[in-house]
């Protein structure tokens, strides 16, 4: 299981059909078996702060453990 940055993936069909991120967002996902399972969309709202914008995954434990 790992955290995947996915700059500049935003539109590829794997992240698309979990997430149509809004091009301010820095996207990020969970990868479970070379899976891409969960992805959000995060923006900063400070030097110390990263707001969650949007979520998708294939299910609500993915979702849980991306968070």
């Not at 995947?4 to 809004?22: C, F, I």
């Not at 990020?28 to 998708?56: F, H, K, P």
């Amino acid at each position: 299981m790992a955290i995947v940055d996915l700059r500049g993936r935003e539109r590829e069909p794997d992240v698309l059909v979990l997430l149509d991120a809004d091009p301010s967002w820095t996207v990020v996902g969970w990868r479970r078996s070379d899976r891409l399972v969960a992805c959000a969309g995060v923006e900063r709202t400070s030097d110390d702060a990263l707001a969650i914008r949007a979520i998708g995954a294939h299910d609500d434990s993915d979702a849980r453990t991306l968070i």
